[in-house]
């Protein structure tokens, strides 16, 4: 119990993350998993963790401040004011990426791409839709940007924007993501800055079209 309240305490568990299921965890730890079962629920009745069945545990930051996280701010936010931030912050996110990425930093963009067009479930699909977006803002090199997509992923694994998700998109528009992950993919590895922020402008115009087509 106390090393996963430390993580939190220390921020290498972000509010809003999904702990990992409970036999990994459990292995990580050297723990009995009845053991942390046990700790899992003391830490759920501290506030620390909150459990939604069928989703899994999450981090639950607590404090006089957590009203003030940049997680918690984006939560209470509305579809149409997350998708403007997006806007403004990813199409230059994306430009700077074009910049600086290194070999490695292509190499991890471009499995994460792989991995999103051969996915064969919408929750395949997100996960790695999500880590592709974190990828190009890992290729910044910008700690700040770096948790800002954090924070936007940690989102994203909540139910509620899950269920938005479900409703929005369909086969035929995954096949436009894919086209669109891909151009903005090819720009980044061209170091094109300028068809870099193009392409994901374009790719967040549209999951934000489509969203706002079914609230």
Not at 28 to 38: H, P, S, Y
Not at 60 to 81: D, F, I, Q, W, Y
Not at 125 to 150: K, P
């Amino acid at each position: 119990m106390n090393d996963i309240l430390h993580r939190i305490r220390a921020g290498s568990l972000m509010e809003g993350q999904q702990l990992p299921p409970e036999r990994l965890l459990a292995a990580e730890l050297g723990v009995a998993r009845n053991t942390l079962r046990r700790a899992l629920s003391h830490l759920e009745q501290e506030g620390h963790l909150v459990r939604r069945v069928g989703a899994g545990t999450f981090v639950r930051v607590t404090g006089k401040h957590n009203g003030g996280t940049l997680p918690s701010r984006m939560r209470g936010a509305s579809p149409a004011e997350l998708m403007e931030v997006r806007l403004i912050m990813e199409p230059q996110a994306a430009a700077v990426a074009a910049s600086r990425a290194s070999a490695d930093d292509l190499k991890a963009i471009e499995s994460a791409l792989t991995s999103s067009l051969t996915a064969s479930s919408l929750g395949e699909f997100e996960h790695w839709d999500g880590q592709l977006h974190l990828m190009v803002f890992r290729a910044t090199r910008n700690s700040l940007l770096i948790d800002y997509c954090q924070a936007i992923n940690s989102i994203r694994n909540e139910p509620e924007w899950y269920a938005l998700k479900k409703r929005s998109v369909t086969e035929e528009l995954c096949r436009v993501y894919d086209r669109q992950h891909s151009a903005m993919v090819n720009a980044i590895r061209d170091r094109d800055p300028d068809r870099a922020r193009q392409a994901m402008a374009q790719h967040l115009g549209t999951v934000r079209d489509n969203l706002m087509g079914v609230l």
